[in-house]
């Protein structure tokens, strides 16, 4: 089966987008990069939510957004190019304080059929998981410590029914874990 979508996911602090950053360039023709929609909503659109009922107004978005989004790029695909998702659409799932099936319920959506929309997943541990920092992450990811290894963990139990679930461990040398996750989407996208 021919990879046309690869979602690239994890918790916070996990460096998905340094390594779909680093697949982007090395691959700068068969790539088509779709950037992570949550970042781009809290840097430009939402505040931080500050409960429950402002998360789910921003999940319902971020689901929404990528859901169009990633039409709008496949659309756009060449014959030998592969959509590069920062995250996907059953990510919202881990940020979810019902969890995965409320979820997906209230997104009026079925798990399944969700993760199906992906040929191949890349999830990446959160470094917190590894008891190292993710301070230095992402600017508009407030998480802390046990939070971003809870969000882990619910992001990891969502995408691991995929039948294409290639999990990278976090690595106390972030090196390491870029040429392992690097090398992981090579082989999905040069088989």
């Known amino acids: 089966m021919a990879i046309r979508r690869i979602a690239v996911t994890g918790g916070p602090g996990a460096g ?18 779709l950037p992570e929609v949550a ?3 809290l840097t430009h659109v939402f505040p931080q939510p500050r409960d429950e009922a402002e998360r789910h107004a921003l999940q319902r978005s971020i689901f929404a957004v990528q859901q169009n989004l990633e039409a709008l790029y496949a659309a756009r695909l060449g014959a030998d190019q ?18 995965p099936d409320a979820f997906f319920a209230a997104m009026d959506a079925e798990w399944d059929t969700e993760l199906a ?3 191949a997943v890349l999830f990446l541990e959160t470094a917190a998981a ?20 809870a969000i882990d963990r619910n992001i990891h139990a969502v995408w ?27 082989a999905l996208l040069d088989p």
């Open 82 to 99: 592969v959509l590069l998702c920062d995250r996907g659409t059953p990510d919202g799932a881990g940020y979810w304080p019902a969890g």
């Open 16 to 33: 998905k987008t340094t390594i779909w950053r680093a697949v982007t360039d090395a691959y700068e023709q068969r790539i088509v990069a």
């Open 130 to 149: 590894g008891g190292l920092s993710i301070a230095d992450g992402n600017a508009v990811r407030l998480e802390d410590h046990a939070a971003a290894i």
């Open 39 to 41: 970042t781009l909503l």
């Open 160 to 186: 691991s029914r995929h039948p294409r679930f290639h999990h990278v461990a976090h690595e106390h040398d972030f090196s390491v874990k870029v040429a392992r996750g690097l090398s992981a989407l090579a």
């Open 117 to 119: 929309r992906y040929d």
